[in-house]
């Protein structure tokens, strides 16, 4: 037996994608990864913006009160890009804390304004913030030695050295 096959229409014309990939140009708007035109249109759709394209130019609407009424694009897509920042990569890259928050066009204005010892000090990826539950019958080697030296010398004092055995023969 062979699996059914199902085709749908695109839900956005090539017209109006192309209009949203110039309007995103012409702002500086650039998609991260995972991140495409199609689901852009759709976010702005659920804020309740009409997006359509005319002449290759993108034009926008929005309701309110039952009446539609004409927006500006620019309006439109500048709040888009501050609501939800993290669809974009950053236009202004002061402050930025690792290489991957930006793409190639981040990489050089990053170089230009900062130099390359500046970006060369930069870490790959962003430390991960990491909670360590201070439980002596769960917390592991790795955890314990991760803490601070002030830290580890109090809890040492106050649990005591067989509890700290146990703590530092645990693995998992």
């Known amino acids: 037996m062979s699996d059914k096959i199902v085709t749908k229409d695109a839900a956005h014309s090539d017209e109006l994608l192309s209009a949203v990939e110039s309007t995103l140009k012409h702002h500086n708007l650039r ?24 002449n290759g130019y993108l034009s926008a609407s929005q309701t309110t009160a039952g009446m539609e009424h004409a927006a500006h694009v620019n309006k439109i897509f500048e709040g888009f890009a501050k609501t939800e920042p993290d669809r ?7 402050g930025v804390t690792c290489r991957d928050q930006l793409d190639q066009a981040g990489k050089v204005k990053f170089i230009a304004e900062q130099g390359l010892p500046a970006w060369e000090a930069l870490p790959q990826t ?11 019958s769960k917390l592991t080697r790795a955890q314990y030695l991760s803490l601070d030296r002030t830290t580890r010398a109090q809890l040492s004092g106050q649990w005591g050295p067989e509890a700290i055995g146990r703590v530092m023969a645990r693995t998992k």
């Not at 991140?35 to 702005?44: E, K, N």
């Not at 962003?126 to 002596?136: G, I, Q, S, W, Y």
Request: cysteine-free; charged content about 30%.
């Open 31 to 54: 998609l991260k990864p995972g991140q495409d035109l199609a689901q852009v249109v759709d976010a702005l759709s659920a804020k309740g913006v009409k997006l359509t394209a005319e």
């Open 88 to 94: 974009f990569f950053p236009r202004d890259v002061t």
């Open 126 to 136: 962003a430390p991960r913030e990491v909670t360590v539950v201070l439980d002596k």
